[in-house]
């Protein structure tokens, strides 16, 4: 017999994939301890946990799984065979037509004249207080980018317009936005992506209570403190537009002590859903609905209510932490819909997650 995580580490799923599986009747133990709830696996469930793990990087829907380790463990070889076949004809049949709509879009996007950015003829020069500066990138940084396959998020949005200053960071998956005052600057609209390493390196001088220095030379950026000095080269790459993201559906509003919607998040149920975390991995969904009432719930089952949207637990507990208030408001509309995370007293400080669709 091998346990759960004996069984994790031969067969390449993980844990929590595991007891995705056991729930949904796909992979279920051998034996679970009646006193721990602890799973335990049988000597020839391992070659099923290793079938399992390849097709589903072959993304075989489980509805097919269930049919190919019904066939596997049975011998019946004409069924797995057929049950692959139609799999591989159906992404072939997929993937011709993802290439024929990309051709389409690589044709639009070369018929389309890129405007051109005129060039920066002069430093702009502007001041910040350091602590709304150090408030606004703590409010955004969880959110930035890891992806190097896409570089532009790799950073945080410098956003200058007349006396305001509005970073914004996004993974896709979340996106998160502040607003600090500045002085010195009323021209025109300037963007820059401050890669997030030097975000880094300019939150570290932002200790004290005196306005910084903040300049944009051509492509590269500085912030001077009477701590120190900071500067390194903007990434060059187009962010997207975010002010066209932040629309969200209407839905409906709840106002919540974070320090008690956190601890019932935290410790709350939870979902386990494939292939919702970074890199495809699976990830810990919690349900939300706001009731008629104002008051959020937090679902224990996706069939209760079909109303509750699923947003992955970390990125959540990472957004609240983030807010950094003791009172926050949360917008959440349909099951499809973006979920908003606003400061009651700063309109312009605010996250919002994506929703997880579930699997049926």
Known sequence: MRSIGEMARDSGLSVSALRFYDRGGVLVPAWVDPVSGYRWYGPGQLDEARLLARLRRAAMPLADIRLVLAGWSSADTDLVRKLLETHVRRLEAGLADARDEFSTLRALLESREKPMTPPRTAVVRLSVAAPELSGALDAVRFAAGRDPELPML?????DIEGETLDV?????????VARAATSGHADTRVQIIVPTPLVDAMRALLGGEEPVRLAVDGDRV????GDGQTAGPCLDHDFPDYRRLVRAPDGHRALVDAGTFREAVET????????SG???TPADLTLLKVTGDGTVTIGEDRWSDQNHVAVNREYLLAALAAAARDQLALEIGAPTAP???RRPD????????MPVRLED
Do not use: C, N
Not at 154 to 158: Q, T
Not at 168 to 176: F, I, N, S, W
Not at 348 to 353: A, G, P
């Open 154 to 158: 790799a950073g945080v949005l410098f």
């Open 168 to 176: 914004v960071a996004t993974d896709r998956y979340r996106m998160a």
């Open 222 to 225: 500085t912030l001077e403190s």
């Open 268 to 275: 709350g149920p939870v979902v386990t859903s494939e292939a």
């Open 278 to 280: 970074p890199g495809g």
């Open 339 to 341: 979920i908003a995370i």
């Open 346 to 353: 700063d309109e312009h400080t605010f996250s919002m997650l």
